[in-house]
């Protein structure tokens, strides 16, 4: 009997709510709310981060406060036409002048705010606002002579506070002249997610002679880069305060595979897990913490992302202490110490995200929930230390020094290196160069080595913000090449491309290419986009979890060994609805197809009566998993032929049939997982960060 997948009922009828909200939109109605954005600055024009910002409505009497982030900038969203007071405050400094603005429907307002003085004594920051609000006709004439009374109303304490002053100067001793003294500012400011934290502007020492220059640095990338696949698009910190900067995610999904599953379980990717049902994907607490020159950052991670980023690291089954259960509730870790040396240099220790594959670890900050093998079979953290160096405001070199490649440990001998090279010339046009060598990263092998190197370019092409139609538009794209090569015993040397003695290739190569599209002021987006994949010897072709297999198990169903194929390509439609920087609802419906059976069928890929394994045999770490018999117990055969497929029906099918039927009676048989060439999905996802 056909079944109406769940996921198409559920597309159907979210965009059905979505439409009748639609239509009851400002767009249609409403005024539209207008948006203020600006840099906090200190009283010589110096960008001043972690400024508290406050927006007084005169017209209903009420404040919102924001606070600037790291490059002195903050966003002012969905404003009501209407009167404004503008308040700056920093550890008792305030505005320099008393700021009124009139905010017009559907207003993109910038103004800056220049520290000065004291916030309290009599400083013109501190006039209160009108206690009789405007009229309801902001241009009328009864509202225009009072906002000109408010406004005369400041400059007259304006004036007598400068009064104060001169009285003051004339009555003071003289003294020798001499440079003003320069505030530097300590505070780092908080990095958009998957992109490099940057140094805080600031100033260089004022000369003791006369006519002293003071030399400015530019913080790195102080550009508005919310637009780029793998940062989020939040601009507001509202919960943040001087020393710390808290980051909550919640990221929650309803994923269906039209193949199916019977079990509900999806393998073969980092983002989709389970079929027909509502999950919680993520959910992360933590922050960064900055004081003086010191950094941290700390985000958990709860949710599936607990268990399934764990299993793909195979570096746990080596030696003791249960690595993947003292680190899989941590996303990111780590701490270190900020340089004062030309734009910034970081020095950080833990386990931080990879920037290998373009896309965010986080769901919220990619254009896309599920990207394409590129990013998917690419490391998502690394575990060691992290150098950032500045030269420039815009480039960044950051070398790694690494346990190994997506790993809590070393395999073998040899730790990772490597590092990226980033360079955004122009605030519309990103280069990404990473780059990965020396690790010898295979479970039991220790003498072969892996090399890769990954490029991303991404380019905004389009950008008119003020649309209401198509606003804006942006295309990324990525390579990915790399291999392993060597062994440390015959049967297990490799090489990169294959050689003349006969050394089986082991390779990887892939690209990206996704384009994205804005409408109406960055209220909705759609990305179109998918990629390919070519992996002989599959080592870095995620394991279908079959009978509960992990890296350290492997499994027979899908062998990964030298010389074996491994061909893959997929394509997604992507629609994004985003009424607030907060929150995502996102809609896609993807392909995916590979060259040998590889996704979860009808009949699943558990076992009857559930998981009998992950089962070493032999004792021996990280070999594969036993063949099962249709009873749901371990078949007495525990291996592979390396060539074909590596499917029990290929290889050993009869042999496995024979030995069920020997050990456990008549009608026993070999089980085998239901695995499919391709796979449709349609995704639903709501995700919030703040």
């Known amino acids: 009997m056909n079944r109406k997948p769940l996921g198409a009922v559920l597309s159907a009828l979210m965009f059905l709510i979505l439409g009748v909200h639609l239509w009851g939109t400002p767009a249609y109605g409403e005024p539209a709310p207008g948006v203020l954005h600006g840099t906090t600055l200190d009283a010589r024009g110096l960008v001043t981060p972690q400024v508290q910002v406050t927006v007084h409505s005169v017209d209903e009497n009420a404040d919102r406060v924001v606070v600037s982030d790291g490059q002195g900038n903050f966003v002012v969203g969905n404003l009501k036409p209407g009167h404004y007071q503008l308040i700056a405050n920093k550890q008792g400094l305030a505005s320099s002048q008393v700021t009124y603005l009139a905010v017009a429907a559907g207003d993109d307002l910038r103004f800056d705010l220049k520290l000065s003085g004291s916030a309290s004594g009599g400083s013109p920051s501190a006039v209160a606002p009108p206690a009789t609000p405007p ?15 408010a406004m005369k109303e400041g400059m007259d304490e304006m004036r007598v506070r400068m009064e104060e002053l001169e009285a003051k100067l004339k009555a003071a001793p003289a003294e020798q002249p001499a440079a003003a003294p320069v505030e530097s500012s300590s505070v780092a400011p908080i990095p958009a997610q998957g992109q490099a934290p940057a140094e805080s502007s600031t100033a260089a020492p004022a000369s003791t002679c006369c006519n002293a220059e003071v030399t400015t640095k530019s913080a790195p990338f102080s550009f508005d880069n919310t637009w780029e696949n793998n940062t989020p698009r939040t601009k507001d910190t509202p919960l943040a305060t001087k020393y710390f900067t808290p980051e909550i995610r ?9 193949n199916q599953p019977k079990d509900h379980t999806m393998g073969g990717s ?14 992360s607490v933590g922050g960064d913490l900055r004081i003086d020159n010191v950094r941290a950052r700390l985000l958990t991670m709860n949710g599936l992302f607990a268990t399934t980023t764990p299993r793909n690291d195979g570096s746990a089954g080596v030696g003791q202490w249960n690595l993947n259960d003292a680190y899989k509730y941590f996303s990111e870790a780590w701490a270190g110490y900020h340089f004062n040396v030309n734009h910034g240099l970081n020095v950080d220790y833990g386990i ?34 992290r150098i950032q160096w500045f030269p420039t405001d815009k480039l960044k070199i950051e070398p790694w020094i690494i346990n190994g490649w997506q790993s809590y440990a070393k395999f073998n001998g040899h730790p990772g290196l490597g590092g990226q090279i980033k360079w955004i010339p122009k605030e519309w046009l990103s280069f ?6 020396m690790g010898t990263d295979e479970l039991g092998i220790p003498g ?6 990954d490029d991303s370019a991404e380019v905004r092409y389009y950008n008119k913000p003020e649309n209401l139609g198509l606003d804006k538009m942006a295309f990324t794209v990525t390579g990915d090449l790399g291999c392993e090569y060597g062994g440390s015993a015959p049967g297990t040397v490799t090489a990169c491309w294959g050689d003349k003695n006969g050394h089986p290739k082991q390779s990887f190569a892939g690209w990206m290419l996704y384009n994205r599209f804005w409408f109406h002021k960055d209220l909705f987006a759609t990305t179109i986009g998918g990629g390919a994949m070519d992996n002989p010897g599959r080592y870095l072709t995620l394991l279908p979890p079959i009978n509960g297999a992990t890296s350290v198990s492997g499994s027979p169903y899908f062998p ?3 010389g074996l194929p491994y061909k893959a390509w997929d394509s997604t439609i992507t629609f994004d609805y985003m009424p607030s920087q907060f929150i995502t609802f996102r809609f896609e419906t993807g392909y995916r197809y590979a060259s040998i059976p590889y996704f979860s069928g009808r009949q699943g890929i558990t076992p009857p009566g559930g998981n009998v394994g992950p089962v070493a045999y032999n004792g021996s770490v990280g070999t594969a998993s036993s063949y099962l018999c249709t009873n749901g117990s371990t078949s007495a055969i525990s291996a592979f032929s390396p060539s074909g497929n590596g499917f029990a029906a290929d290889n050993v099918g009869n042999a496995i049939g024979s030995s069920c039927l020997s050990q456990y009676g008549s009608g026993w048989s070999a089980w085998s997982p239901d695995l499919r060439h391709n796979q449709w999905n349609s995704t639903i996802a709501v995700m919030v960060k703040f």
């Open 352 to 385: 931080f995200v990879s920037y290998i594959g373009l896309f965010s670890y986080y769901n919220f900050d990619n254009w896309t929930y599920q990207p394409s093998y590129v990013s998917s079979n690419t490391p998502w953290f690394f575990n060691g230390v």
């Open 250 to 258: 919640v990221d929650t999904n309803f994923i269906e595979s039209y």
């Open 432 to 437: 990404v160069f990473n780059n990965y060598g």
């Open 135 to 149: 009229a309801a006709d902001p241009d009328s004439p009864s509202a225009i002579t009072k906002e000109i009374d």
């Open 270 to 283: 980092t983002e989709s897990f389970r079929n027909g049902e509502f999950q919680l994907e993520q959910m």
């Open 560 to 562: 990964e060994a030298p």
């Open 448 to 453: 072969r080595s892996r090399i890769h190197t």
